[in-house]
């Protein structure tokens, strides 16, 4: 068949991957390329984070995390494996998004010298290996195996379901955001995400701590940066980064991290997460005039990255029922 795949970020880089792979042709249209979406702004991690239901994200999230293992043998993805340690400041934290890893360790406080610098209200932690994901790099990875794959990529806005390409057979949208516009869908908040990149003096591994979300922050080294974050600023949109809320990461990752104190700003940068009640992956072919079958595969809020090729493979499989 000939998919439209509307939107060009993480999600929808993956969707039109696997349907070129199952054998369709496949046509990528977006308001904007890859390069300029929140996909960019990612740090990114393998991380389940703002994102429900909890069963179905994580069936998605542990598909991803194999695809994700195997890439990082290939240097050009921009994938690492890296260990690091999430911080728990409850005495019974939810491990909920890790019950199905195998290269895990639990700390206690007494055992986190080595991490982090000494935090009276830390008392334990988790420390596993999981995948780092360069985003340029790994966006242009997906740009070019679309490309290997035949896969038609234009910019162009889409207004409505009916602008879609009409020589489309079937259409997938993965348009984040932009779902309250096209569909009308009210239950799509920003999340708004606030980072700031450092020069790396060194680290290798991540840090995670955000049992107070009120003093939610990571430490994410990658290669010659590291991202420093970050917020979840519920209903937020603005696009411009605050300074102040800006020192305030930067306070809370020099005192979890010390040897980030001297290392120099490279650049900052602001997302919005397309928060929903729950991720929305479903056929919904009512909305189109045309009469063609639609996916919808939108809302990942924080997990974008974490759950693509897990709902990119229920994509495809839901395309193939289109017959």
Known sequence: MRVCVV????IGLSCAIRAAEAGHSVHIVSAQPAAQSVSAVAAAMWFPYRAFPQERVLAWSMTSLRVFEALADDPESGVALRYGTELHRREKPDLWWAEQLTDLTLLGGGEL?????????????LRARL????????????????????VVVSTAAVG????????????????????ETLLGDRDVIPIRGQV????????????????????????????????????????????????????AILARARRL???????PILSRAVGLRPGRREVRLERCDDIDPNDRPVVACYGHGGAGVTMS???????????????
């Open 257 to 263: 991290v010390p040897a980030l104190t001297e290392a």
């Open 7 to 10: 939107g060009a970020g993480v």
């Open 196 to 247: 700031v990149r450092l020069a790396n003096p060194g680290l290798t591994d991540w840090l995670l701590d955000e049992d107070d979300p009120t003093q939610f922050c990571y430490v994410i080294p990658r290669f010659d940066d590291v991202v420093c974050g970050g917020t979840a600023e519920v209903g937020q949109s603005s696009l411009e980064p605050d300074m102040v809320t800006e020192a």
């Open 131 to 150: 995948p780092i994901i360069v985003m340029r790099r790994y966006l242009g990875w997906l740009e070019q195996r679309c490309a290997d794959l035949g």
């Open 113 to 125: 010298s080595s991490v982090i610098a000494p935090n009276a209200d830390v008392l334990g932690g």
């Open 309 to 323: 090729w897990g709902c990119a493979d229920e994509v495809a499989a839901l395309v193939a029922c289109c017959r």
């Open 160 to 179: 409505s379901v009916t602008d879609v390409d009409p020589t489309a057979d079937a259409v997938v949208l993965a348009v984040g955001m932009g779902a």
